[in-house]
């Protein structure tokens, strides 16, 4: 039973270490390409997220409004032109 | 309030949405197809293990890595517009759009990210056949995230399997079934991806044509413009094919949109499908609307009868017909829609009343009214018409989507006889004779794009002024914000997205240019 526990272990931690390898040696033998398409990949997250996202998209309903029932009331003013 | 929305605001929201998509939409087809072309190549290698279609495989995996890298999250900055400019839309579309995207989202990360690495760095760490299959696995992966988002896109469309909740002001999904198997879905899925698949044979035959003029990686070039020969030829025939199912489907479900295809303005019987045309205005009107006349037009008689009803002597209902209402045909007309429009939206400003005023025997009535079939079929169904009030504002930018219609349907023709001839020529052995066609073939990759981009153009322009069809037209959509702020995140994606065209066209070109030997040197 504790073998047959320690051999899944084994297992495992090998297939983890195979993981990593197949990584760590993928990123570390990149090619030119492989870095700059990297480089151009993280740049363009970096202004998606940290720049555009937080400063020019924020989610209309869920600034403007704290609850469901707000927003729900809020677009069904907008879908009914009544205030 | 809706009536006094600003129209400079959706116009540059609706400008802003066009660009990041038609972007987005630069990178994405490439990956489509070039996947599946890479899962060919690869396979052939697996099987002979000949290392020459390993060679070439890597060489093509290459630049799909630099299309993928470049193109990925391009698609996220859709996401965020919904959220910042189209609020009114994003609530009302309710889970029935997040569904969907949330399906996406889960697949291509997992599929795509997982076995994208594989694809790339596990060359020598992981068995032939496991190597193999996870190429196949990005190809099916890629393209089945392409299938979520065009269901979620198709629902706008055709919006089925939902009810609206007037209490919330969403629309909720009562049937999955019928979201995911909503014919437009299926249509533009088929019609999308592969012509996904024909943009990559395009790309993959004209640089190969370009080795060929330049006498380089010759055995590289015949063998890639065979496999993508026959993928693309194939794929240009189930283009056809489902542009045809495609058109049908539109002529039931958005009838104006193919009336402004085809600028048909009188129903007929027989109705001819017009093949080249130019328009000119006929000094005519709809309301504000300039109704054009066809000069010079080449018709294939009772074609398009047969596209939309299966019979050369269907009729054919004319943008007249759709505006007026034709009786005879039990086509309603605009004004009778706006009507019912108006008392669906009646509904639900007295289901707003009740529920002020705590009118609880009330506030159930109308609440059930959204559930009853014969008030969705028939009222709510004509919900986005209440916010017209003339029955011209229904009709889309006809010469546009005319001529995009046209130039994406003859290119598409140039396609079919561009693999049919690539094909010829390799198996005569005659493909370096032909330097005519390898510049032709070359010269096709900007058109394959432009062919690409047409079909959108025809399918977003052509379904205005709805963003959901019946339902919601563009300008109740969008968020009460500045129309300034939408200005300035315009100009800053244009810079964002022309520099990520630029480092993807230089870094191609500098791959293209080394050819696969110096990209072996170069680890």
Redesign the interface.
């Given at each position: 039973m504790r073998n047959s526990k320690m051999k899944r272990m084994t297992r495992l931690s090998a297939t983890a270490n195979?993981i990593f390898?197949?990584?760590y040696?993928?990123?570390r033998?990149m090619?030119?390409?492989?870095r700059?398409?990297?480089l151009?990949?993280i740049v363009?997250?970096v202004?998606?997220f940290l720049i555009?996202?937080l400063f020019?998209?924020?989610?209309?309903?869920?600034t403007n409004f704290g609850s469901?029932e707000e927003?729900?009331e809020y677009?069904?003013?907008?879908?009914?032109?009544?205030? | 309030m809706i009536e006094n929305i600003d129209l400079s605001l959706v116009n540059w929201s609706r400008a802003q949405f066009a660009l990041t998509a038609i972007y987005h939409w630069l990178f994405v087809p490439l990956t489509l197809g070039l996947s599946f072309i890479l899962a060919f190549m690869e396979t052939a290698y697996v099987r002979t293990g000949d290392e020459t279609w390993k060679k070439i495989t890597k060489f093509w995996m290459t630049l799909f890595g630099i299309n993928f890298a470049i193109g990925v999250a391009t698609g996220i900055i859709l996401e965020f517009e919904f959220g910042t400019n189209w609020s009114n839309y994003s609530w009302f579309v309710g889970d029935i759009f997040g569904a969907p995207l949330a399906v996406e989202g889960i697949l291509a990360f997992f599929l795509e990210s997982t076995f994208v690495a594989v694809m790339f760095f596990g060359w020598n760490k992981v068995g032939k056949k496991f190597h193999l299959a996870s190429t196949w696995l990005v190809a099916i992966g890629a393209n089945l995230s392409a299938l979520w988002i065009l269901i979620a896109n198709a629902w706008m469309e055709n919006p089925v399997g939902m009810i609206f909740n007037p209490d919330t002001a969403r629309n909720e999904m009562n049937s999955f079934s019928d979201v995911v198997f909503n014919p437009v879905a299926i249509d533009k899925f088929t019609h999308t991806v592969t012509s996904g698949f024909v943009l990559a044979s395009v790309f993959v035959v004209g640089i190969s044509a370009w080795f060929l003029l330049h006498r380089r990686e010759e055995i590289l070039a015949r063998r890639s413009i065979y496999v993508a020969g026959i993928f693309g030829l194939a794929s240009s025939l189930l283009v056809a094919m489902t542009g045809d199912s495609s058109a049908r489907t539109i002529s039931k479900v958005q009838p104006v949109k193919f009336a402004a295809m085809e600028a048909l303005y009188e129903g007929q019987n027989n109705a001819g499908l017009t093949v080249i045309g130019a328009l000119s205005g006929s000094g005519e009107k709809i309301g504000e609307k300039e109704v054009y006349d066809t000069k010079m037009k080449i018709q294939i008689p009772g074609l398009l009868s047969v596209m939309t009803t299966g019979n050369p002597d269907g009729y054919v209902p004319g943008m007249k017909d759709l505006i007026n209402g034709n009786p005879e045909k039990g086509i309603l007309s605009v004004s009778e829609m706006i009507e019912r429009g108006k008392y669906a939206r009646q509904v639900l400003i007295d289901f707003k009343m009740a529920k002020e005023l705590g009118d609880r025997e009330s506030l159930a009535s109308l609440e059930a009214k959204f559930a009853d079939k014969e008030f969705t079929d028939n009222y709510f169904k004509y919900f986005g018409y209440s916010y017209f009030t003339n029955v011209w504002q229904v009709i889309p930018a006809v010469p546009v989507i005319f001529y995009s219609f046209r130039l994406m349907v003859g290119l598409g023709f140039l396609f079919i006889a561009l693999f049919a001839v690539a094909l010829f020529l390799y198996s005569r052995e005659q493909l370096e004779r032909r330097r005519w066609f390898l510049w032709l073939a070359f010269f096709c990759i900007p058109l394959a794009y432009l062919a690409s981009e047409l079909g959108w153009v025809v399918t977003e322009m052509g379904r205005q002024p709805w963003i959901i069809q019946n339902l919601m037209p563009v300008h109740v959509a969008v968020s009460n914000i500045s129309a300034g702020s939408v200005q300035v995140t315009f100009f800053l994606f244009a810079v964002l997205f022309t520099a990520l065209l630029t480092a993807e066209i230089s870094i191609m070109i500098r791959q293209i240019k080394n050819g696969p030997k110096h990209q072996e040197e170069e680890k």
């Open positions: 195979n390898r197949l990584y040696d993928g990123f033998s090619s030119w390409w492989g700059r398409a990297w151009i990949i363009k997250l202004i998606m555009l996202k020019f998209f924020p989610d209309f309903l869920n469901d927003r729900s677009v069904i003013e907008q879908l009914t032109g009544n205030k | -």
